[in-house]
């Protein structure tokens, strides 16, 4: 398995407070790592010392095999990167801005209708950045990241800020990048349905730790259903399930039961009839990803392996 981003115990102390705390972190060549948290969880100083913007108080990171203390320059050129809001010359056109870039990244002219068309501007490439939404400018600082080709692009809350049709135009192109051009990309969000929706890996920080670290299907595993029997006589339908070696939990006039197949509702069903127990209603419970998310955050100050993720 290839790794392009590998860190080890990355710290970073200002003053007393950890802002991050041994960090180690890893992102596969080719995913899109969510990078999630809190706001204030230390997600935008981890990602400014992966960035050689910051320098970590301990601990090491490795970018393409590479140590970035000892090959800072080599691997800045294979990284793009927008963290927090992209700068730009209002006064200039999308195609000036990107000019501009374009001579200090030494790439050909030809790259700058090429971004346009990949964060799909090229309609609005002659026209002043000033009258841009921010959802335009937004891109358009992607567009600058893109210009030099990099293997990994680095996001920091790309979607702040943006109306409805923003997030779903800018989760459409951060999706589109590792399949169309081979890129990995690392995003960092403090909402978890954004991460959901475009991350194949996630990674949680919670007040400088990383705390979970796996795939979105293991995140979502931990979602599991419920059934949720309302009774007439709950007390007596519970220990009765208890019997038939089911495990489940009473709580006032209700039943709950974790991971029943249809033929199981079907029996409990006869069973509670034949046992003259009333049923009001059956409903299926399943936690959101929020609350999930809530419950792995609240015991942030844990280590990360002592946490169970499945």
Not at 121 to 141: H, I, P
Not at 279 to 305: N, V
Request: charged share 30%; hydrophobic share 40%; proline share 3%.
């Amino acid at each position: 398995m290839e790794y392009i981003v590998k860190t080890k115990r990355l710290s970073k102390t200002f003053g007393k407070e950890k802002a991050v705390n041994e960090v180690s972190m890893n992102i596969k060549k080719g995913e899109i790592y969510g990078f999630l948290g809190p706001n204030g969880a230390g997600k935008t100083t981890t990602i400014r010392m992966l960035l050689g913007l910051m320098k970590p108080t301990a601990g090491d990171v490795e970018l393409f095999n590479q140590n970035l203390k000892r090959d800072k320059i080599d691997i800045l050129r294979k990284i793009g990167s927008l963290v927090e809001n992209p700068s730009y010359y209002p006064h200039l056109t999308a195609y000036e801005n990107l000019e501009v870039i374009r001579k200090i990244v030494n790439v050909p002219k030809t790259r700058i209708m090429k971004v346009l068309d990949i964060v799909r501007l090229t309609d609005v490439a002659t026209k002043k950045v000033k009258g841009f939404s921010l959802g335009m400018k937004q891109r358009l600082g992607i567009a600058a990241a893109l210009l030099h080709e990099p293997e990994l692009l680095i996001l920091d809350e790309p979607t702040n800020g943006l109306d409805p049709s923003g997030i779903i135009e800018m989760r459409n192109l951060i999706k589109r990048l590792p399949e169309d051009y081979g890129m990995t990309v690392l995003i960092s969000s403090h909402l978890l349905t954004e991460v959901d929706q475009m991350a194949t890996t996630v990674g949680i920080l919670s007040k400088g730790h990383l705390i979970f670290e796996d795939s979105i299907d293991k995140l979502r595993s931990r979602s599991q259903k419920k059934l949720v029997f309302t009774t007439s006589e709950s007390r007596k339908g519970w220990r009765f399930l208890k019997t038939k070696g089911i495990e489940a939990e009473c709580r006032g006039n209700q039943i709950y039961i974790e991971d029943v197949s249809n033929d199981d509702i079907a029996q409990i069903v006869k069973w509670f009839v034949a046992d003259n127990i009333s049923i009001y209603r059956i409903e299926e419970e399943k936690r959101s990803l929020e609350d999930i998310f809530l419950e792995i955050t609240k015991e942030g100050m844990l280590d990360a392996h002592k946490i169970d993720v499945g």
